[in-house]
């Protein structure tokens, strides 16, 4: 496999996390906007090359991964939610981000106010749920996702774990998993 990507993207990471957790040996190909833009419609990353096909999206390419070495993505519906909701903070936090390197914000913007509003709300639920029995060996793919967003919006001041206890412990009882802190993207 060829996985095109950045070593700070949160989507990225949890791809490395799956090949290396079967220690399945791939390519990484550190690509930028403009590369991104000229081999991916969707002018993101990750994208990737297995076998005959690209696959352009993290969800995809975490599909073939699993598949590839004999496991299924995803047989729990909870466990896909958490997935799906841990995708939604990244979407929005992400928009939250690159807007504000361009300066608009959300007291310059509405849809940027309602887009913070939605992750407020979001980890507000996060935070209700009990976390206390999260096994760190066997790390489902929706406490992946949701760890590497906190874990990303943290390293880029997104997020004060301080307001979510709980969450915080969950990340801290995450980073004991040797191949989620080994790509963790201070190491970039
Ligand atoms: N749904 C996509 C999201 C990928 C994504 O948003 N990647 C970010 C990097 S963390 C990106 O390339 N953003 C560039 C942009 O939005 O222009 C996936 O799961 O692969």
């Not at 799956?18 to 969707?42: H, K, M, R, V």
């Not at 913007?109 to 639920?125: D, H, N, P």
Request: some cysteine; aromatic content about 12%; glycine content about 4%.
């Amino acid at each position: 496999m060829k996985l095109y990507g950045s070593f700070t993207s949160p989507f990225v990471r949890h791809c490395r996390i799956a090949l290396l957790q079967y220690q399945q040996a791939f390519e990484f190909i550190p690509t930028d906007y403009g590369q991104s833009a000229a081999l991916n419609p969707t002018q993101r990353v990750p994208f990737a090359d297995v076998e005959t096909m690209r696959l352009h999206d993290s969800a995809a390419i975490l599909k073939y991964i699993r598949e590839h070495n004999g496991e299924a993505f995803f047989n729990d519906l909870a466990d896909h939610d958490l997935f799906c909701l841990a995708n939604s903070l990244l979407d929005t936090s992400i928009n939250v981000f690159l807007l504000g390197k361009d300066g608009v914000t959300t007291e310059s913007s509405a849809y940027l106010s309602r887009q913070q509003s939605r992750i407020e709300a979001t980890l507000q639920e996060l935070e209700q749920r009990d976390w206390s029995a999260v096994d760190s060996t066997q790390l489902s793919d929706g406490q992946i996702r949701l760890a590497c967003y906190l874990s990303w919006a943290a390293f880029r001041h997104l997020l004060a774990l301080d307001s979510y206890p709980n969450l915080r412990a969950f990340l801290r009882n995450v980073d004991q998993q040797p191949h989620f802190a080994n790509t963790h993207p201070a190491l970039a």
